[in-house]
């Protein structure tokens, strides 16, 4: 009797490396399917695509499995950097990675797979996929401080029955036990940041190259203009660093230093950026979130309305109100304030450990 086949993500960091070993421990045929989703200005300074890769092969040797490389380039610029650019054009400040998990490595990647006759797809992600009542559910992490469901809340019931989540149930110093004892060439590699699959470089000067800025007032509630920002799209909510007002006259805090500006309103009609003074500015704070383009688990959403939401990644749950009819829009109530809540990014809805799914950020309304 043939093993089930699985196709799993390998992008030459520990977390995939690992999830193959265990996915043939667990008696699997795995393939390992490396993806290169940029090609604008591979190099080795941002994009270590050839190094990855390089890695990859080495783990995939070591570990005892197939693998080969598949190009999505064209596939992540129309459907993810486009979006990527469009919400930043609009003064919003998008999360790539939500898109880049439900357009490109569940789905591109998906069909992909299911050419090669796989029964299931893995990846190195952090969370943790439950069957109950022919429901799948998708679970947080055992290790809370790596979980990941955030990112995967608008995966669907098609494709959660494929997925398989080899390291949901581990803590991530137990992943790099694991590397050392199998001595993985990659076992001390550090964790990838930055952009999905763009890495980490210079924001600025590489938006430089894809959208056109003017600057513009910065200016205060109550309309005094107090600097110039070079560009809306350079600048998300609750931004503290990089402002440029420094040396500007401010008001003290309770310390008696003076309190430092939050970007706290990109108003793209008028080209100007809102600035305020002290962290728990009221315009910084809102109980009221609209969200759109909601995508739910289940398919449907949930029954029970009282539930727990996060508005950013690393954030803790926070309890709330939920007004859903079914429709592409959904409000959330909070019952605490939440803090620089960013159009753009992605509201997500927990029940326990069950991520039940989320939308886009449209609006927040300030306390």
């Given at each position: 009797?043939?093993?089930?086949?699985?196709?799993?993500?390998?992008?030459g960091?520990?977390?995939?490396s690992?999830?193959?070993?265990?996915?043939?421990?667990?008696g699997y045929?795995?393939?390992?399917?490396?993806?290169?989703?940029?090609?604008?200005?591979?190099?080795d300074?941002?994009?270590?695509?050839?190094?990855?890769?390089?890695?990859?092969?080495?783990?995939?040797?070591?570990?005892?499995?197939?693998?080969?490389?598949?190009?999505?380039?064209?596939?992540?610029?129309?459907?993810?950097?486009?979006?990527?650019?469009?919400?930043?054009?609009?003064?919003?400040?998008?999360?790539?990675?939500?898109?880049?998990?439900?357009?490109?490595?569940?789905?591109?990647?998906?069909?992909?797979?299911?050419?090669?006759?796989?029964?299931?797809?893995?990846?190195?992600?952090?969370?943790?996929?439950?069957?109950?009542g022919?429901?799948?559910?998708?679970?947080?992490?055992?290790?809370?401080?790596?979980?990941?469901?955030y990112?995967?809340?608008?995966?669907?019931?098609?494709?959660?029955?494929?997925?398989?989540?080899?390291l949901?149930e581990?803590?991530?110093?137990?992943?790099?036990?694991?590397?050392?004892?199998?001595?993985?060439?990659?076992?001390?590699?550090?964790?990838?940041?930055g952009?999905?699959?763009?890495?980490?470089?210079?924001?600025?000067?590489?938006?430089?190259?894809?959208?056109s800025?003017?600057?513009?007032?910065?200016?205060?509630?109550?309309?005094?203009?107090v600097?110039?920002?070079?560009?809306?799209?350079?600048?998300?909510?609750?931004?503290?660093?990089?402002?440029?007002?420094?040396?500007?006259?401010?008001?003290?805090?309770d310390?008696?230093?003076?309190?430092?500006?939050?970007?706290?309103?990109?108003?793209?009609?008028?080209?100007?950026?809102?600035?305020?003074?002290?962290?728990?500015?009221?315009?910084?704070?809102?109980?009221?979130?609209?969200?759109?383009?909601?995508?739910?688990?289940?398919?449907?959403?949930?029954?029970?309305?009282?539930?727990?939401?996060?508005?950013?990644y690393?954030?803790?749950?926070?309890?709330?109100?939920?007004?859903?009819?079914?429709?592409?829009?959904?409000?959330?109530?909070?019952?605490?304030?939440?803090?620089?809540?960013?159009?753009?990014?992605?509201?997500v809805?927990?029940?326990?450990?069950?991520?039940?799914?989320?939308?886009?950020?449209?609006?927040?309304?300030?306390s």
């Open positions: 009797m043939s093993k089930p086949r699985v196709v799993l993500g390998m992008s960091g520990v977390d995939s690992v999830a193959a070993w265990l996915l043939k421990q667990q045929e795995v393939i390992g399917l490396f993806m290169k989703n940029w090609e604008d200005d591979d190099d300074e941002y994009c270590s695509t050839r190094q990855d890769w390089i890695d990859a092969v080495s783990v995939a040797d070591v570990v005892g499995v197939d693998i080969e490389a598949v190009n999505f380039a064209s596939e992540y610029k129309d459907r993810v950097f486009a979006e990527f650019l469009r919400e930043y054009e609009a003064g919003r400040t998008p999360n790539p990675d939500v898109l880049c998990n439900a357009e490109i490595k569940f789905k591109a990647f998906l069909d992909h797979a299911l050419q090669l006759g796989a029964d299931h797809i893995a990846t190195g992600h952090y969370a943790r996929v439950r069957e109950r022919g429901q799948f559910e998708l679970m947080k992490a055992v290790d809370a401080s790596k979980d990941q469901s990112f995967l809340h608008r995966l669907t019931q098609s494709q959660l029955s494929r997925t398989l989540f080899p949901g581990l803590h991530k110093s137990k992943i790099r036990s694991i590397a050392d004892e199998l001595k993985l060439p990659n076992a001390r590699k550090k964790d990838s940041t952009i999905c699959f763009i890495g980490e470089r210079p924001f600025r000067a590489f938006l430089n190259r894809y959208l800025f003017k600057p513009g007032p910065m200016k205060t509630p109550e309309g005094d203009v600097g110039e920002h070079v560009g809306l799209s350079f600048y998300t909510l609750g931004q503290r660093k990089g402002i440029g007002l420094g040396g500007q006259r401010a008001h003290r805090d310390d008696g230093k003076h309190a430092p500006w939050y970007v706290a309103r990109k108003v793209v009609e008028t080209n100007t950026l809102v600035v305020v003074q002290g962290h728990d500015h009221p315009w910084l704070l809102s109980c009221d979130v609209i969200a759109g383009q909601m995508s739910w688990v289940a398919g449907t959403p949930p029954a029970e309305h009282l539930l727990h939401a996060k508005t950013r690393r954030q803790a749950d926070a309890s709330c109100a939920l007004s859903a009819d079914g429709g592409n829009q959904a409000r959330l109530k909070f019952e605490q304030a939440q803090w620089a809540v960013t159009p753009g990014q992605s509201a809805l927990y029940q326990g450990d069950i991520c039940l799914g989320g939308g886009i950020i449209e609006q927040a309304v300030a």
